[in-house]
């Protein structure tokens, strides 16, 4: 089966690596992603057998077709023997939580090629999730994001982050880093992702739907959640509508016919549209999944 794009994904959902029941049903729950997790679900005594869980828990929330991807621990001492577990063919990509500068990106770049190496991986197979969740790695986000080219994706860990902070993380606090995100993100050609709302609360649905669509219009692309029930609000606030997929082509088509004419900007549906518009709409199409 042809991986995703990572440029086509909306949702990624975590799931407790050691979880047999969230295991079982996460390949039905339509996340584009499915990220077993080593790491904060999983207390420090069941480390191993979390890591020892991996191979299986990889094939079964794959079966769909779905991304897999495991979230590693941040120590090195920790860190180390995830990838020695995660780094496998069924396993796609790598979360990097508390990421704390391009250096280190790269060390752990390192690492995964030695174990892809040894196990005869295509190199490059292993895509990482860049997340920063403390302040001094805040005026990083620019080179993390461009530190590899493994890295996809880059977000800020909202809950961790306002911990350091000692704030509340809500859409004020969130707004500035978020769309510090955004720009790092697009500047390094990877995607933002991530949202200026709550990401544990998923007691009101339209709330969390309508803080969705403020951010999509912001630039994020793919948002992280933790209950089944997000995901398919994600999908239709992150993912291109038909009317959006319909309009995108029209437009491209209308473009098409003035450039022919030797236009640089043409008349469409009441406004005037240009090649910065046109790109726009290339970009929806090109997350058509």
Known sequence: MTRASPATWRSLMFVPATGEKFVARAHARGAD???????????PEAKQ???DALARAAATVGQAG?????RINRPLD???PDIAAAVMPPVGTLMLPKTMGPEHVRLLSELVAAREAAQGMTPG???FVAVVETP????LLGAIAAADRRVVALGIGAEDLATELGAVPGADMLYHFGMMVVAAARAAGIQPMGSVGPFADFSDLEAYRASLRRSRALGFSCQACIHPAQVAVINEEYGPSPTEVDRARRLIAAFDVALAEGKGAVAFEGAMIDLPVVERARRVLARVR
């Open 125 to 127: 197979h292993t895509r």
């Open 33 to 43: 992603v499915v990220i077993l997790d080593l790491e904060d679900s999983i207390p």
């Open 49 to 51: 057998a979390a890591r």
């Open 136 to 139: 001094d790695a805040l005026p």
């Open 66 to 70: 779905a991304e897999v991807a495991v």
């Open 78 to 80: 920790l860190a180390v």
